[in-house]
């Protein structure tokens, strides 16, 4: 059914309810009594189920789809039954793609120029979706679709990230999904995930040892849900939005996945882009003619690492292969499911093979706890502590990520990855089309470009539904975004979407009618090191030089005046002006113009308070501390968590053994400071104390911890460093037990609770903060692994 067919106004959203106009009678037996039956509201006829799958950080050349050396057979099976865009792109960056993605507009309209942690006060930074721009999600529950989200959200401002919301940018409600199952933020521990169902922190159903994953976790909910809405309403469609973590570090796969690639990348980076480059020209997904761009400056090359590393860096690769290859399995899964229930042909599915290209934010020798770099910390993981710690990548042991020449790799045939939005290895990702009721084409390619807004009218005109005008009572912004459908059983269309501009933390560019003009302005590990007006521009024809490997600026210089000037026009239209290259004042909240939660000097926590991420508590880092507690210790003794932060990558814990207090530091999983008290509390009510007095002159210096009762002194230590900038991405605080992996070894990782009672807990910090002396270089680090 076309729009025309369906005789419901579907432009101004909610549909109006309309009043009845006929005949009233007095009594309901009346035989002129009549009304018309209940509608139920249902999409136009003929609307198709849709299904968006988006992988995180997988590059152009890593999905065998796309020639990469990663075996994804149901990727390949969903192509085998429709399409293959080997020219769709994406912002170069996590949150700013999935707004777009959601949204049908360019991110910076929406607000997403950078990731939430970043956000300014800027309209085209704020991290704040307009109301005048609709969620995709939300327009289709309007016309009855079922809509449900699963796995990663990181759009949510960092101020509405807590308990008390608001929700109004959550998936659920405000983001029109009626179901959310997944995490917040830009990355979770796979095996400890930080999860929600709707708004609702949950804990995982078991450990790792018992055989929990998230990624088999969120599949599962996914396949329950789906068959619970075909059992409940078969009629209606649905819509789900499957986001995992995958394949974003931490790169956590079960053993036996990262084993099936043991062996295969021992000839290094250099070698492997090239295996792929020579499988994606015999798959067709580029020219005959294309040509292998070179190294990227500033990656070294495979036969400049050290053997003894060499080892070390092919099983960072063995691991993420593994992690990529387990995520489509559990996407094969839930396929599965919707074939068994004998619907997968009329359903519209997407396969986005990355939210960005692959990401170089690994260091050039890759970590086993992006807590290192995180923290400014890297000379303590050294080579021989990387060789010793090899068996535990993709382990519960590590919280890895693989060195900057696999992204690389994994961006074939295109020069950079990730957070280089300039050049299509941090922009073009391999996507798949599949609708087999609305698309007659099988197993064909599709070169028209395209890019990640185009996917909201897309599934709008599949589903005969209208751009609404108005949404809730607000006139809507038009979607920015170019329907692909036109390409859908026509090879040789015209290009409909014949102008995008890129811009991500100052590198951009602009595709106007097969041509690029592109300027990159910083490496993804450095910090913006000059202005914007010293950046070098370069020009390309994309027509006849698919992977932008010959730069014509010099020879076109008029073409190339004409491109930045339509950059700039591009720029002022979507928001994107002033670009914003700063690197600590995004950082700071104060200067970037962005609420903060917490904001005074003191915080109590009260029972049930757990599960708070690192912005909706106090900063403890860099300063002096105390905590109190109000705790009730019972006859027998007590034992367990007063309070935590943190995990088993770096955090703190006060807690009580045999009714002994103890004081856990753990500098990111390699040193642990405990300090106990010399006697034990006695039972009754009493106030617990730690304080730490921190040494200051600097970031992450050390400090001495004084443990007391009732204000008698039972015992003190020394933690001789801390951590200066974060304690972990997704591990958060926990009032009276330590969720997720365990900050100390001292306890375990379950019954770790409180066997007492604790009516509150307070932290209040001292006055000798020293954040102040954060520079640029050390912002920067913190930046780069959050994306």
Not at 16 to 29: I, K, R
Not at 197 to 207: L, Y
Not at 219 to 242: C, E, G, H, M, V
Request: negative net charge.
């Amino acid at each position: 059914m076309t729009q025309a067919d369906d005789d419901i106004q579907r432009t101004a959203l909610p549909i109006p309810d309309l009043a009845y106009t006929g005949t009233v009678t007095y009594d309901a037996s009346d035989p002129d009594t009549a009304y018309p039956p209940i509608r139920r509201l249902n999409p136009p006829a003929g609307a198709p189920n849709v299904l968006i799958v988006l992988i995180d950080d997988a590059g152009f050349g890593s999905s065998s789809a796309f020639g990469g050396p990663v075996q994804t057979p149901n990727f390949e099976r969903v192509a085998a039954q429709g399409l293959k865009y080997t020219r769709f792109h994406t912002t170069a960056l996590c949150s700013p793609t999935r707004a777009a993605l959601l949204s049908g507009r360019n991110h910076h309209t929406v607000g997403m120029g950078g990731i939430t942690e970043i956000a300014t006060s800027a309209p085209g930074y704020n991290s704040l979706r307009p109301n005048s721009c609709a969620p995709l999600a939300e327009t289709l529950k309007l016309n009855g679709y079922n809509t449900a989200q699963f796995g990663k959200c990181h759009e949510v401002p960092v101020w509405e990230t807590s308990a008390v919301g608001p929700f109004d940018h959550w998936p659920h409600p405000g983001g029109g999904f009626e179901y959310f199952y997944g995490f917040l933020g830009g990355e979770t521990n796979q095996w400890y995930p930080a999860i929600y169902e709707n708004t609702s922190p949950q804990e995982p159903w078991g450990t790792p040892e018992e055989g929990y994953h998230f990624m088999a976790d969120m599949t599962d909910k996914a396949i329950n849900w789906t068959r619970q809405q075909k059992s409940l309403a078969p009629d209606k469609p649905f819509f789900t939005y499957f986001a995992p973590g995958a394949t974003h570090a931490p790169h956590h796969v079960p053993q036996e996945w990262a084993a099936k690639y043991k062996g295969q990348f021992d000839q290094g980076w250099d070698a492997v882009r090239d295996e792929t480059f020579a499988r994606q020209k015999q798959l067709g997904v580029i020219p005959a003619d294309a040509v292998l761009t070179e190294r990227s400056a500033g990656i070294p090359a495979w036969s400049e690492m050290s053997d003894a590393i060499k080892p070390v860096l092919a099983r960072q690769m063995e691991v993420y292969a593994g992690f990529l290859a387990y995520a489509d399995h559990h996407v094969g899964r839930l396929l599965d499911a919707i074939e068994d229930l004998g619907i997968l042909d009329d359903t519209l599915v997407y396969v986005i093979i990355g939210d960005n290209g692959a990401s170089a934010e690994g260091t050039m020798e890759g970590t086993t706890n992006e807590g290192f770099v995180l923290n400014h910390m890297e000379p303590l993981e050294t080579e021989e502590f990387r060789i010793e710690h090899i068996d535990d990548i993709g382990t519960p042991k590590s919280y890895n990520h693989y060195a900057i020449g696999w992204a690389h790799a994994m961006d074939t045939p295109y020069q950079w990855t990730k957070q280089v939005a300039s050049h299509w290895g941090g922009t073009r990702n391999g996507t798949i089309v599949s609708w087999p009721k609305g698309i007659t084409a099988r197993g064909e390619i599709r070169s028209q470009f395209s890019h990640v807004i185009d996917v909201a009218p897309t599934v709008l005109q599949a589903a005969g539904i209208p751009e609404p005008s108005t949404v809730n009572g607000v006139t809507q912004r038009p979607y920015e975004g170019t329907a692909m459908n036109y390409s859908f059983n026509d090879t040789d269309a015209a290009e409909a979407h014949e102008t995008q501009y890129f811009e991500m933390l100052g590198n951009r560019a602009i595709y106007h009618k097969g041509w690029t003009a592109v300027a990159k302005h910083k490496d993804p590990w450095l910090a913006s090191s000059h202005g914007l007006d010293d950046d070098v521009w370069e020009l390309y024809n994309v027509e006849a030089d698919w992977t932008q490997s010959h730069d014509l600026a010099s020879q076109e210089p008029e073409r190339l005046a004409h491109l930045q000037r339509l950059f700039l026009i591009q720029a002022a239209r979507f928001n994107v002006l002033p670009m914003d290259i700063r690197s600590a004042e995004r950082l700071n909240d104060e200067l970037a113009g962005r609420p903060a939660l917490i904001n005074r000097p003191t915080q109590i926590f009260y029972p049930g308070m757990r599960r708070l991420g690192e912005n909706s508590v106090i900063n403890v880092k860099n300063k002096s501390y105390t905590i109190t507690a109000l705790v009730e210790v019972p006859d027998d003794g007590v034992n367990g968590v007063i309070l935590a932060q943190g995990g088993a990558f770096g955090g703190w814990s006060f807690y009580a053994t045999d009714s002994t207090l103890k004081f856990a530091y753990n500098v990111l999983g390699i040193q642990e400071f405990l300090i106990g008290a010399d006697s034990v509390v006695p039972a009754g009510s009493h106030e617990v104390q730690a304080h730490f007095a921190y040494d200051g002159n600097g970031l992450g210096k050390g400090g001495t911890i004084t443990l007391s009762v009732d204000g008698e002194k039972l015992g003190e230590g020394r933690i001789d460093r801390t951590m200066p900038f974060q304690f972990s991405f997704d591990e958060t605080v926990d009032l009276g037990i330590d969720l997720a992996s365990p900050v100390s070894s001292d306890y375990q990782p379950t019954g770790n609770a409180f066997t007492g009672s604790i009516a509150w807990a307070r932290i209040d910090l001292g006055d000798d903060d020293q954040s102040h002396l954060i520079d640029d270089e050390h912002r920067l680090a913190a930046a780069m692994l959050r994306q």
